[in-house]
């Protein structure tokens, strides 16, 4: 019967982070609109972080515990979910035109934090409180940053989004709370009951941690993008991946080891060598032709499932 009712939980889990996903798109692509800031801006961080709440609970919740493995595990997976499940999926609904933008700034922050924490991993075997200190002084500067550049090019928001409807402040207020509490509420349901199922299976906490709880917590990203995608929000499709991974990073491995250091021994070079590479891919697939095209996203979502198959039978 417990099994039972993990599982019903785990298909309400999945209904709230779409139909949250959904609001959260409404909500934020209206505050866009409203104060003449682009939505790829919105993208990169209010939308980012919301989707990244996530992985911040249970990072600090696995901390708390002890259980550093799944923290790591957590954000390290997430970043590779994020970038070969999630936009090679969307890419394969349609085609995702990039922002020329993205590479001024953002995907080379990415590229730089990914290379940082794989070295603090790798040496440290984890991530220390003054390693923590730097990627949490980072993430504050880049939001700031993010707010004045994308303030500062408010004119072109209109452009962007012509075909979103305006909300007033108090109405997108609502439907960005509301999806944000939809997106958290649901990955906690579907996470629970993926590691519920997946322990009685005799998986490590490390495989757990890369992947059902990564591909838990990526949910909101999965279920943002995609819906984005379909509706034709490109910026937001593209823009919350590459400012969720950045999130993840500078922001959950900024606040968790603040709480408590974290150690990982189980996180090895393949689990650090497969997010870089997948990260370093990127900058040049979005490069070719400035889009992201089906053969491209069908490149990165079999190497999604190569490294799948390759932690489950390791």
Known sequence: MSMFYQILGGIAGIALLYYGAEFLIKGGVSIALKMKVPALVIGLTLVAFGTSAPELVVSIDAVLKGSGDISIGNVLGSNVCNIALILGLSALIAPLAVQKKLLKLDMPLLVAASVLMSLFCY????????????????IIAYTLYSIYAGKKDGADADDEVSNSKIYPYYLAAI????????????????VN???????????????????????????????????????????IAIGNVVGSNIFNILCILGIAPLISPIHAPQIDWVDLGTML??????FPVMRTGWKINRAEG????????????????K
């Not at 590479?277 to 990127?282: G, H, M, N």
């Open 123 to 138: 040496f440290s075997k984890g991530i220390t409180r003054w390693q923590g200190g730097i990627f949490f002084i980072a």
């Open 175 to 190: 439907f960005v709370i509301g999806g944000l509490l939809g997106l958290i509420a649901g990955a906690k349901l579907f």
């Open 193 to 235: 009951a993926a590691i519920f199922i997946a322990r009685a299976g005799g998986v490590s906490d490390a495989v757990i941690g890369l992947t059902v709880v990564a591909l838990g917590t990526s949910l909101p990203e999965l279920a943002t993008s995609v819906v984005a995608a379909i509706k034709g929000e490109q910026d």
């Open 277 to 282: 590479f997948v990260t370093v891919a990127l």
């Open 298 to 313: 069908a490149f990165f979502l079999l190497i999604y499932i190569a490294y799948t198959a390759y932690l489950f039978c």
